[in-house]
T-cell receptor, first 115, second 110 residues
Framework: DTGVSQDPRHKITKRGQNVTFRCDPISEHNRLYWYRQTLGQGPEFLTY????????KSRLLSDRFSAERPKGSFSTLEIQRTEQGDSAMYLCASSVSVGGVDTQYFGPGTRLTVL | DQQVKQNSPSLSVQEGRISILNCDYTNSMFDYFLWYKKYPAEGPTFLIS?????DKNEDGRFTVFLNKSAKHLSLHIVPSQPGDSAVYFCAASWGNKLVFGAGTILRVKS
């Protein structure tokens, strides 16, 4: 399977703990995105990388959140001092611009539950 | 501030009939629109898209219509199949991010 993969698929943690999620994009895609989805809502944009450069961050991305894409391939999203409000599905997407069209393809997501 | 709205939380359609899912947006700067389908416990799957310079795009059973003056787009599925039952998200592209609606649950009854 050559789609976007995410690990882990599920994470349960206690409030105050740190968690890290990994995303492996489609291999030829130079753009990578993180979104968060809560129940009954559509995904909300968190941040965007082009190659290894983080080019945009949402105001939703508080200082407890940090994302990296060190070699322009896989990416990690870390949440420090988790809070119950961080419980959500964290989605990763990747894309490459073809003829000016940039379609994002999503991974299966990591479901985070903070107790 | 909901820039993309899907006003119908759910839709139920008989197998073989047409499903029409609607989406409204407020930001005239959106330049590209997409529809995604999502099954439980999976990520959104890309279905079909349309550029803001077009008014229709068709791919098999799926057709997306864009009415820029009304800031409205719709997804038509003909004929609907039970396997189409899922949550459908409308998304609009602005810069390097997608802005999503809240989704419409489609149930296709056999």
């Amino acid at each position: 399977d050559t789609g976007v993969s995410q690990d882990p698929r599920h994470k349960i943690t206690k409030r105050g703990q740190n968690v890290t999620f990994r995303c492996d994009p489609i291999s030829e895609h130079n753009r990578l995105y993180w979104y968060r989805q809560t129940l009954g809502q559509g995904p909300e944009f968190l941040t965007y990388f082009q190659n290894e450069a983080q080019l945009e961050k949402s105001r939703l991305l508080s200082d407890r959140f940090s994302a990296e894409r060190p070699k322009g391939s896989f990416s990690t999203l870390e949440i420090q001092r988790t809070e119950q409000g961080d419980s959500a599905m964290y989605l990763c997407a990747s894309s490459v611009s073809v003829g000016g069209v940039d379609t994002q393809y999503f991974g299966p997501g990591t479901r985070l539950t903070v107790l | 501030d909901q820039q993309v709205k899907q006003n119908s939380p759910s839709l139920s359609v008989q197998e073989g009939r047409i499903s029409i899912l609607n989406c409204d947006y407020t930001n005239s700067m959106f330049d590209y629109f997409l529809w995604y389908k999502k099954y439980p416990a999976e990520g959104p799957t890309f279905l079909i898209s349309i550029s803001s310079i077009k008014d229709k795009n068709e791919d098999g059973r799926f057709t997306v219509f864009l009415n820029k003056s009304a800031k409205h787009l719709s997804l038509h599925i003909v004929p609907s199949q039970p396997g189409d039952s899922a949550v459908y998200f409308c998304a609009a592209s602005w810069g390097n991010k997608l802005v999503f609606g809240a989704g419409t649950i489609l149930r296709v009854k056999s």
